[in-house]
């Protein structure tokens, strides 16, 4: 029988509270999280236990570790595992949970967008300058750029789409709606000026060519790699 399992994510960024119930559903099944895998989780197969379960987001420095674990503990909040900043733990119905006020639940969502936001600035930034290269350029240049910068693409939009979506948590329960609102026009605006920009100096079809081969891109790399992910667990679980 096959001891275990790997389970897709629906991105803690952006259905935080929904993983964490599916989780608890796989425990009632005897399915326990064992560690974080790609876009999911690794489960094992045990006996049926109701278990809640709970994300905290944190940079532990050296020697801290510890100190961090035994204070959730003392909480009746066990560790389960751990990817970078990221930490889940898991504990009994009833239990307190790991936050109980707006401040605390603003603080967990600002260190998570704290550390994203020191990868994908950057890194949007490079993307930009790339698109911005390859629209006032000409020739094989020009072909250079817009290649890279499509590629890179692929990669930023997500990054991007998930700091702003660990913003919108965060000011979700400072209670500024009219932020996260501003927030989704400016994106909209902004993708507009992308599009009148690239119909400009490209024309309709190329332009057109371009943002669905950007779409198609961000959409079938995480999905490839997850239905790959998907496929190498199952048969690994099978084997095991």
Do not use: C
């Not at 989780?23 to 790609?38: E, M, N, P």
């Not at 035994?70 to 790991?98: C, M, Q, Y």
């Amino acid at each position: 029988m096959r001891q275990t399992k790997y389970i897709t994510s629906g991105g803690l960024a952006f259905s935080e509270e929904k993983d964490m119930e599916k989780l608890r559903r796989y425990s009632l099944k005897g399915w326990h999280v064992s560690d974080f895998k790609f876009m999911g989780y690794t489960l094992e197969k045990g006996e049926s236990s109701d278990y809640i379960y709970s994300i905290d987001y944190r940079l532990l420095k050296e020697g801290e570790e510890e100190e961090y674990f035994d204070f959730f503990s003392s909480s009746g909040w066990s560790h389960v595992t751990s990817e970078g900043n990221i930490h889940l733990f898991r504990a009994l119905p009833n239990t307190k949970p790991i936050y109980t006020d707006r401040e605390t639940t603003v603080e967990k969502y600002k260190n998570s967008s704290d550390s994203m936001k020191k990868l994908a600035i950057p890194f949007v930034f490079i993307t930009i300058l790339l698109w911005l290269g390859a629209i006032i350029s000409s020739g094989s240049l020009k072909t250079i750029l817009l290649s890279v910068a499509a590629i890179l693409s692929i990669f930023a939009i997500p990054t991007a789409m998930t700091v702003i979506a660990t913003y919108n948590n965060q000011w979700k329960v400072e209670g500024r709606r009219g932020l996260v609102n501003l927030v989704k026009m400016i994106l909209f605006l902004l993708l507009l000026v992308v599009v009148i920009i690239l119909l400009f100096v490209y024309g309709t079809g190329n332009t057109v060519s371009i943002l669905t081969s950007g779409m198609i891109g961000a959409i079938a790399l995480p999905t490839a790699i997850w239905v790959v992910m998907s496929i190498y667990h199952k048969v690994g679980g099978r084997r095991g």
